[in-house]
């Protein structure tokens, strides 16, 4: 399998090896956790442990005050209605302590998870933008975002949960187990012990059962939620057609599968509840009985009975959530597993470990021999050989899928090729780092896709450090500067989602705007008047030739017309240039590029 068409380790629906991946991808987490850098955020974990770990001895104390309480309660002597209230008042502000404990630990421990948040969040989105482009024409955006959400909300649930919660459980259990066994007897530890046990063996069954149906929850989810952002991004497509009915009855399929293991979920939630409290509470009988029995003997008194029912309570409050818990877990390490999942995706087009930044002298681009296939079992460019002197100007004209737009994502190295080499100035591409090669470099595609942001914000994209006099600058050398002070909000005029808000002229306008701002050495115009009308292709024009005055362009053109003026006019077959020259030379030779001109002029469609 070619390395661009891996599968990632896992999939949306979880690891290969679940148990194997799960420990490695929590020995991932710790480093965001406890990173080497940070020294007060170190030292912030260790005193939010400490403080876990006085909040646990409290609460396991506090109810030692009650039963000291209820037993001076019986007292005969002139103390039992002062010391009682002494000790009542005690148990309050023990109570009241072991919150404010971990209320403390949580606010000192939050500042090192959303620190390990925001690092694994940003570093994600940073591969993401790292991964190639065949990884993002494969991806459904809405299951992704979705699924990476899911990733980040699972890392701040472990970080909590495993934390603060299953380890100071564990450790009140041990500790209510030891004082049952030392102050009311091994019997009372051994219930206790068992009691615990059944429920957790249960709590644990019931949960794994569980969660095929969270898990077909999760896959619906993703489903319905990527149907309903596709639908919205091609609201107009929906339109043109008229299937808005068709649209709802595909997400209403996706919801009507998401509720019915919704349903599900929530009718073994009910059954796990139902089971869990009738183990505690048969538990918490049974030691009441034995409670009963040795006060009754005048072995226990009946604080002893309230100290037992107390410590019981207390504990099986924590572990009342363990269902939830458990389940919780699972599903976040499964969740994580994806996230990291993601960050192992293979990126495809690497910089090497020696590369160096492209230094751009006289801007001369060579395509040598190049051989390319999106897919080894068709190939698209066979044996391309051109290039495009310093300061001139190539065009490539051909048929629809003559291989005319790979250039531009060859050249900007989105794919390596299989064969040849692409040079600028004499560098081969892939020796230089592709952030240097990228700023070389400015386009203006054929489809133009802006941010959901203001008109200056996408001008001033091509160069984020730029001033607003350099984005009028920009705007009026790409003759879009009229139309925009023409509106209302000027250049804050947001123009929607993907631009949709602007004609496909203006948002075209846009992008040479930008282009223009980026100020690049070498021109790449895939097709950069395709939308616009003869008169502002005119003016379009006129732009473009001066910008492109003394800098290298290479033109992949629809419209002939535009390409006339250029140094040399390639003319491309199904991946191989049948056709080379200047405008007159080509309509001389009687050949192909003179019929594509003929049918030009005569206003029939020429397939270019």
Same mark, same amino acid.
């Given at each position: 399998m070619p ?18 991946y ?6 991932? $987490? ?13 030292l ?8 876990? $770990? ?11 005050f ?7 309660? #019986?007292?005969?002597?002139?103390q ?42 940003? #570093? ?151 089971? #869990? ?37 207390? $504990? ?12 919780e ?9 994806? $996230? ?6 293979d ?15 006289g ?53 390596d ?16 780092? #592709? ?7 400015g ?54 989602e ?111």
């Amino acid at each position: 399998m070619p390395r661009g068409l891996q599968h990632s380790p896992i999939d949306s629906t979880g690891p290969k090896e679940p148990t194997t991946y799960h420990w490695q991808s929590i020995r991932r $987490l710790i480093p965001y956790l406890w990173p080497r850098d940070r020294f007060d955020l170190k030292l912030r974990i260790v005193f939010a442990v400490l403080l876990m $770990l006085l909040a646990k001895g409290v609460t396991v104390y506090t109810p030692f005050f009650y039963k000291s309480a209820i037993d001076n309660l #019986q007292s005969p002597t002139g103390q039992a209605v002062l010391i009682p209230a002494f000790l009542l008042m005690a148990y309050g502000m023990a109570r009241f302590g072991g919150v404010a404990l971990a209320q403390l630990r949580d606010a000192v421990f939050s500042q090192a998870s959303q620190h390990a948040l925001r690092s694994v969040a940003l #570093q994600t989105f940073q591969h993401l933008h790292a991964l190639s482009l065949r990884f993002h024409l494969e991806r459904r955006t809405g299951g992704m975002s979705r699924a990476i959400d899911r990733g980040t909300r699972a890392i701040d649930f472990l970080l909590r949960f495993l934390t603060f919660n299953i380890v100071p459980t564990v450790l009140e259990l041990l500790l209510v187990a030891g004082i049952f066994w030392v102050h009311f007897g091994w019997i009372y530890a051994l219930c206790l012990l068992v009691a615990v046990a059944i429920y957790i063996v249960f709590s644990v069954a019931i949960t794994e059962w569980r969660t095929r149906f969270r898990k077909t929850m999760n896959e619906q989810d993703s489903k319905a939620n990527s149907r309903a952002i596709d639908s919205l991004l091609n609201y107009e497509t929906v339109k043109y057609f008229g299937n808005e009915e068709h649209e709802a009855n595909r997400y209403d399929r996706a919801l009507k599968s998401y509720q019915g293991a919704a349903l599900q979920s929530q009718s073994s939630l009910s059954l796990l509840n139902a089971g #869990q409290a009738l183990i505690i509470n048969i538990a918490l009988a049974g030691v009441m009985i034995l409670t009963a029995r040795d006060a009754l003997a005048g072995t226990l008194t009946l604080g002893d009975v309230v100290l037992a029912n107390s410590l019981l309570i207390q $504990l099986f409050v924590p572990l009342n959530l363990l269902g939830f818990v458990y389940r919780e877990i699972r599903q976040s390490l499964i969740d994580m597993d994806y $996230l990291f999942g993601l960050l192992d995706r293979d990126q495809e087009i690497a910089d090497k470990v020696d590369a160096v930044p492209l230094v751009v002298k006289g801007g001369e681009v060579r395509f040598q021999a190049v051989d390319f296939g999106y897919d080894p079992r068709r190939q698209i460019l066979h044996d391309l050989s051109f290039h495009v002197p310093p300061g001139k100007t190539v065009a490539i004209v051909g048929p629809s899928g003559a291989g005319k737009s790979t250039l531009s994502r060859i050249l900007y190295r989105f794919y390596d090729i299989t064969a040849g080499a692409v040079l600028i100035d004499g560098m081969d591409i892939r020796d230089v780092t #592709q952030k240097s090669l990228r700023q070389a470099i400015g386009i203006v595609p054929q489809d133009t896709v802006l941010f959901n942001e203001s008109i200056a914000y996408n001008i001033r994209y091509g160069r984020p450090d730029a001033s607003d006099e350099d984005i009028r600058q920009a705007a009026r050398f790409a003759r879009i500067d009229g139309f925009i002070d023409q509106l209302p909000d000027g250049y804050e005029t947001l123009v929607g989602e993907r631009g949709l808000k602007l004609s496909g002229g203006e948002k075209q306008r846009v992008a040479i705007a930008r282009t223009i701002l980026k100020d690049p050495p070498i021109l790449l115009l895939d097709e950069a008047t395709s939308a616009l009308d003869s008169r502002t292709e005119r003016e379009i024009q006129e732009a473009i030739e001066q910008i492109s005055r003394n800098r290298t362009t290479l033109v992949i053109a629809h419209r002939l017309s535009t390409v006339v003026n250029a140094d040399e006019i390639l003319v491309l077959d199904q991946g191989r240039i049948i056709e080379r020259g200047a405008h007159e030379s080509l309509l001389l030779a009687q050949g192909t590029y003179h019929a594509m001109w003929q049918r030009q002029l005569d206003g029939s469609p020429s397939d270019v």
